[in-house]
């Protein structure tokens, strides 16, 4: 079993702030949170940005220069900064992981949090 915590969602002004963060733990498995997707309604679920172990961060265009993804791996955490904030952010965001056995690293799944929505009123 493999879990995702998610929090730091809530509703906030346009030009305002919010802070997620997702930490991942498994009892099986490794895991490893990667990042956040979210998606809006009657929209597809989509990419806002993603961290490798190593630091290398990768964002959709129109979040760049305003969210960051930060990530802490002895707590086995990924968090997203978010200012600037505009009512087209507005969306539930998911946090992604992959986790797999030990003894076999090549061999990855996928696991997604629960969900944290994010409003931005104008």
């Known amino acids: 079993q493999v879990k995702l915590v998610e929090s730091g969602g809530g509703l906030v002004q346009a030009g305002g702030s919010l802070r997620l963060s997702c930490a991942g733990s498994s009892d099986t498995f490794v895991i490893r949170p990667i990042g956040w997707y979210r998606q809006a309604p009657e929209n597809p679920r989509e990419l806002v940005a993603t961290?490798?172990?190593?630091?290398?961060?990768n964002y959709r265009d129109s979040v760049k220069g305003r969210f960051t993804i930060s990530r802490d791996n002895a707590k086995n955490t990924v968090s997203l900064q978010m200012n600037s904030l505009k009512r087209e952010d507005t969306a539930v965001y998911y946090c992604?992981?992959?986790?797999?056995?030990?003894?076999?690293?090549?061999?990855?799944?996928?696991?997604w949090g629960q969900g944290t929505q994010v409003t931005v009123s104008s």
């Open positions: 961290i490798s172990n190593g630091g290398d961060t």
């Open positions: 992604y992981a992959q986790y797999w056995y030990k003894e076999t690293p090549q061999f990855r799944s996928d696991s």
